[in-house]
């Protein structure tokens, strides 16, 4: 069974717009970590957020917030005011306590900005 | 600067002619991997190495070798390199599997003709 799941292939977005990026995972491990990275075009994994499982409170950093329902199993990011520099692959992956792997990554979202 | 560097970073090669693709990282951290990430498919984990003389399978280790000697280098070789091998690598360090830090290098574009 698939651990991460993007659904969404590709996203657009109008810039100065907000977009959330869609992740369900799959765990039994109580203990675990979901992470959210941007890849641009020039191919170089960038951290976004983190949020445990732990977390009482949604994890934000920036314009970025992670929108953590640990009942359905869902860590949606959201990108607030959109701007075109936020045109890249995204990826959500997670980490489980219990495990040696430390990531395992969905099959990511291409957001495009559009002017 | 913590740092994870990977060697070399584009690569055209034939299909059979044996490669290494260095990762080197200049902190002292116990964990290393190596993914390959595929269109549709996300990042995979290859092989990983909890420490030194320690290196265990991932969920794609076919086609691969790796090897831990000492903390700060990885090296992933591709023995007898296929097609089916081009691929965009990452090299991956944090201080243990555990840690939310992690550190990717910048990726090598591998492609096998």
């Known amino acids: 069974a698939q651990k991460i799941t993007q659904t969404q292939p590709g996203m657009f977005v109008q810039e100065k717009e907000a977009v959330t990026l869609d992740c369900t995972y799959d765990t039994s491990d109580p203990s675990y970590g979901l992470f959210w990275y941007k890849q641009p075009s020039s191919g170089e994994m960038i951290f976004l957020i983190y949020q445990g499982s732990y977390d009482q409170q949604n994890a934000t950093e920036g314009r970025y917030s992670l929108n953590f329902q640990k009942a359905r199993k869902s860590a949606n990011l959201v990108i607030s005011a959109s701007q075109l520099g936020d045109s890249a692959m995204y990826f959500c992956?997670?980490?489980?306590?219990?495990?040696?792997?430390?990531?395992?990554f969905g099959s990511g979202t291409q957001l495009t900005v559009l002017p | 600067e913590a740092q994870v560097t990977q060697n070399p970073r584009y690569l055209i090669t034939v299909t059979g002619k044996k490669l290494t693709v260095t990762c080197s990282q200049n902190m002292k951290n116990e964990y290393m991997s190596w993914y390959r990430q595929d269109p549709g498919l996300g990042l995979r984990q290859i092989y990983y190495?909890?420490?030194?003389?320690?290196?265990d399978k991932g969920d794609v280790p076919e086609g691969y070798k790796v090897s831990r000697k000492e903390k700060r280098n990885f090296p992933l070789i591709l023995e007898s390199p296929s097609p089916n091998q081009t691929s965009l690598y990452f090299c991956a360090s944090s201080l243990t599997s555990t840690r939310n830090t992690i550190y990717f290098g910048e990726g090598s574009w591998l492609t096998v003709v």
């Open positions: 190495s909890m420490n030194v003389e320690v290196t």
């Open positions: 992956a997670m980490r489980e306590q219990g495990s040696a792997r430390q990531l395992t």
